[in-house]
């Protein structure tokens, strides 16, 4: 006879799709599957808010390109996680959101933190479901796998009854069901293009004088990195990354370039579209920075993602993979020499333009200076996770990470907030690699209280604070507007390195730009997590008004 409960079952459903950790804040009423993971072996990682918890499970996905998992407990637990889910469904991220509820046969009497939960997370989720069958567990957690990665990847949610998770049954004598192997209920087949509209991208192509490559965050999540590279070599098109795109073409490649993407995009006659919408941070795909003439090529994994607010002249759905490496097939070498030549120059002129700032020895220091320091320190091997707002323009601008997965930010939702719980995930995922965030001091304030959790989980990320006292994204265009500021002030120079080091961790304050480098040092070195707090000017702002997600 073999006794088991229903969160053991849902643990070895898991376990099944290759689960390693799930992210959580203690609760009553999933405390059965926390039993069942450890049961399985799989670590079972909490953090001091839910909403950290989800942002966690989401930085495993975009670490790992494997769902990430958070388990929630019921009413406040499943709310507060409700932020998490809802930047990870714009981000487009594989996540499995597991909340508990109150007992079914309390459903409607009023019990503990009962709510209609899949009310408000349906609109929000690819698939959400309550499971009322101890033996169907297991069913429900592979279908809610197949849901969340087939086609364009997003989060799903299911909610669990504390009744249906606690309740014992013989697994010999009772039938239930076994989802059995992940291979066999959830095909991993990818989508292809028409061969048809692989041609008519090839003869745009091939007309084109100033072509332009936009790729984003579909890059990543079909690991497409290496027929990006091939495909804008054959196509001698200039290459742009944003989202999680970023690292999927060295910096040191001739055809990367940063600083001139304006430039680039209004002068385009062809735009390659790579798994990138035409959003806000792309004006809609609309004029001035999109050319009305232009003629638009768009890759993506979804249909429905593509012509969204520009019309394309050739849609190539399926895996951007494939559909780049049938695309480099299709077009013959093609030569851009003036056209590149002529952005080259700009970028460099770009640069140059910064120079005085981003060598400045000015106290407060200037953010430029700032994100320098930072840049200069890093290896390839580390991950940076960008979290709040103008300093974190600022750093896109500046650092430019080596590999793909290793630049995490919130996405198009503009979450602050994000970066512990990335964090975490990171560095549970690159155990032997150095995790850093770039803070602004109002984003660390969401989290901070997780440095506990990562010193009590012996996860040592490293936090460098752009501290200027100040939500400057907001300060800096209500000043201009209105001549004064409301509610976009914080108290100058807080101590957020006392804050950490009061939680277990090591901590520093820096006021000389000279000082930066040495500290990151020191922090690293800790093997504690650690806070690096650099008092920066308050009076450069970086010149956008609008939160800007990279």
């Known amino acids: 006879m073999a006794i088991m409960h229903g ?17 959580t804040l ?9 039993d069942g993971c450890v049961r399985e072996g799989i670590r079972v990682v909490d953090t001091r808010h839910e909403q950290a918890a989800v942002h966690a499970a989401e930085g495993w996905a975009k670490c790992t390109r494997k769902p990430g998992v958070a388990l929630l407990t019921a009413g406040p637990g499943v709310t507060n996680g409700v932020t998490g889910i809802a930047n990870a469904a714009l981000a487009g991220t594989p996540l499995l959101v597991i909340g508990g509820a109150a007992p079914l046969d309390t459903w409607d009497r009023g019990a503990l933190q009962e709510m209609p939960q899949l009310d408000f997370l349906r609109p929000m989720t690819k698939w959400a479901r309550t499971v009322h069958e101890t033996t169907r567990l297991g069913e429900y957690v592979a279908t ?8 364009k990847p997003g989060p799903v949610f299911l909610e669990m009854p504390m009744n249906v998770l606690n309740r014992l049954f013989d697994t010999e004598n009772e039938p239930y069901v076994d989802s059995g192997d992940p291979a066999v209920y959830r095909p991993a087949c990818r989508a292809r293009p028409e061969q048809a509209a692989i041609e008519r991208a090839a003869t745009l192509l091939e007309k084109a ?28 098109a200039p290459v742009f990354l944003n989202g999680a795109g970023r690292g999927c073409l060295p910096p040191d490649h001739p055809l990367f370039f940063n600083a001139v993407r304006r430039k680039a995009l209004e002068n385009a006659d062809l735009i390659v579209a790579i798994g990138t919408r035409m959003d806000f941070r792309l004006n809609h795909g609309q004029p001035p920075l999109i ?11 979804a249909g429905e ?21 049938e695309l480099t097939g299709a077009i013959t070498p093609l030569q851009q020499r003036t056209w590149l030549a002529s952005l080259r120059e700009q970028e460099q002129q770009a640069r140059e333009r910064e120079s005085a700032a981003l060598n400045s020895d000015a106290v407060p220091i200037h953010p430029l200076r700032f994100c320098r320091e930072i840049r200069d320190f890093l290896d390839d091997r580390t991950t940076v996770i960008g979290d709040g707002g103008d300093i974190v323009s600022y750093a896109a601008r500046v650092i430019q990470v080596s590999r ?10 503009g979450c602050l907030g994000t970066g512990t719980g990335y964090a975490m995930a990171a560095q549970l995922a690159r155990p032997t690699e150095k995790v850093l965030i770039i803070h602004g001091d109002g984003a660390f304030g969401f989290h901070g209280m997780e440095f506990e959790s990562m010193v009590r989980q012996r996860l040592p990320v490293v936090t460098v604070i752009g501290n200027d006292g100040a939500w400057s994204q907001i300060k800096h265009p209500q000043k201009a507007l209105i001549g004064h500021t409301t509610a976009a002030e914080l108290a100058p120079g807080i101590r957020y390195d006392k ?10 304050l820096v006021e000389r730009p000279q000082d930066i480098r040495p500290a990151l040092e020191r922090a690293f070195a800790s093997g504690r997590p650690a806070c690096v707090n650099v008092l920066i000017d308050p009076e450069k702002p970086y010149g956008r008004s609008t939160q800007v997600a990279v």
């Open 499 to 508: 804050l950490v080091e009061a939680l277990g961790g090591y901590g520093e």
């Open 291 to 301: 050319p009305r003439d232009a003629r638009f090529i768009w890759l993506d994994l």
């Open 305 to 325: 993602d593509i012509g969204v607010n520009r019309g394309a002249d050739v849609g190539l759905v399926g895996d951007v993979a494939l559909s780049l490496r």
């Open 404 to 413: 793909p997965g290793y630049w995490l930010d919130a996405g198009p939702m």
């Open 7 to 23: 969160g053991w079952i849902v643990a070895k459903a898991l376990k099944r799709e290759g689960v390693e950790v799930v992210f």
């Open 26 to 34: 203690s609760g009553g009423h999933i405390a059965a599957i926390y």
């Open 209 to 236: 004088q100033k072509p332009v490559i936009m790729a984003g965050s579909a890059v990543w999540w079909c690991d497409a990195a290496d027929q990006l590279r091939a495909f804008a070599e054959k196509a001698q």
């Open 144 to 151: 809610a796998f197949r849901q969340m990665v087939n086609g």
